[in-house]
Nanobody, 124 residues
């Protein structure tokens, strides 16, 4: 089992950047595929990005590709989401999640463990 704690959210102006972090407990972090999802007010939670165990494979949503970068540091049990060129429509609660299902999936039900989320607000 793994526990996930997100941090790094906040208020930023459009065009700005934020880096989210997700710290995981447990010694088996490197066995998990890690993903980021987000949920905007009044909308369903949606996939943002995911990364393989080794970090060698990444997968992005169309809205994230080219602006966001997912990475991980297995020595620190941490996964990151670097978000650049932020837009007001990126405003949401961002969640990290862990999956034991391969290959990398954008499907929410494939993820076994979830963090509590961190709020990102992008002002216009």
């Amino acid at each position: 089992q793994v526990q996930l704690v997100e941090s790094g959210g906040g208020l930023v102006q459009a065009g700005g950047s934020l880096r989210l972090s997700c710290a995981a407990s447990g010694r088996t972090f490197k066995r998990y595929i890690m993903g980021w999802f987000r949920q905007a007010p009044g909308k369903e939670r949606e996939f943002v990005a995911a990364i393989s165990w080794s970090g060698g494979t990444t997968y992005y949503s169309d809205s994230a590709r080219g602006r966001f970068t997912i990475s991980r540091d297995n020595a620190k049990n941490t996964v990151y989401l670097q978000m650049n060129s932020l837009k007001p429509e990126d405003t949401a609660v961002y969640y990290c999640a862990a999956s034991t299902t391969i290959p990398i999936s954008p499907k929410e039900h494939e993820y076994d463990y979830w963090g509590q989320g961190t709020q990102v607000t992008v002002s216009s």
